[in-house]
C-alpha cells in the first residue's frame, strides 16, 4: 500500500521556521516526484514547490522563493520542506503529495497531476 506521510507542523512567531517532513511509503519504482501544497482558511489549495528525485529538480512559486527550501534523502524515499522567514500568510494547512516518475516542472506543480496524497499538517505564524 502507498503512503504519503507528513510531519513537522506547528505553531510560530513571524519570521520563525519550520521544517516540514514528507515520507513514502510502499513506492516501488526509483524516481518520483513530490509537491507541496497548502490551503489556507477561506482559499483554493496552492501549489508551492516540487522536487523530483534522484535528478534533484526543484521548484518554488513566488509566494515562498528565497525563502523555503526543498532537500530530500532519496534512499528514505523522504523529502524535507525548510520554511525560514515565516509569515502570517503562510499559516495554512500544509500537504505533501507525490507521484512515480513525476518530473517537476518550471511551470509549477498542479494538484491533479498527484496520485497520492498526505493526511496535511497545520503551520500557524502568529504576528
Known amino acids: 500500500e502507498v503512503q504519503v506521510v507528513e510531519s513537522g507542523g506547528g505553531f510560530v512567531h513571524t519570521g520563525g521556521s519550520l521544517r516540514l517532513s514528507c515520507t513514502l511509503s510502499?513506492?516501488?519504482?526509483?524516481?518520483?516526484?513530490v509537491g507541496w501544497f497548502r490551503q489556507a482558511p477561506g482559499k483554493e489549495r496552492e501549489g508551492i514547490s516540487c522536487?523530483?528525485?534522484?535528478?534533484?529538480?526543484?521548484t518554488y512559486t513566488d509566494t515562498v522563493k528565497g525563502r523555503f527550501t526543498l532537500s530530500s534523502d532519496h534512499a528514505k524515499k523522504t523529502v524535507y520542506l525548510q520554511m525560514d522567514n515565516l509569515k502570517p500568510e503562510d499559516t495554512a494547512v500544509y500537504y505533501c503529495?507525490?507521484?512515480?516518475?513525476?518530473?517537476?516542472?518550471?511551470?509549477?506543480?498542479?494538484?491533479?497531476?498527484?496520485?497520492?496524497w498526505g493526511q496535511g499538517t497545520q503551520v500557524t505564524v502568529s504576528s
Open positions: 503529495a507525490a507521484r512515480p516518475f513525476y518530473l517537476c516542472s518550471a511551470y509549477g506543480v498542479f494538484a491533479d497531476a498527484m496520485h497520492y
Open positions: 510502499g513506492f516501488t519504482g526509483d524516481s518520483w516526484g
Open positions: 522536487l523530483s528525485s534522484p535528478d534533484g529538480t526543484t
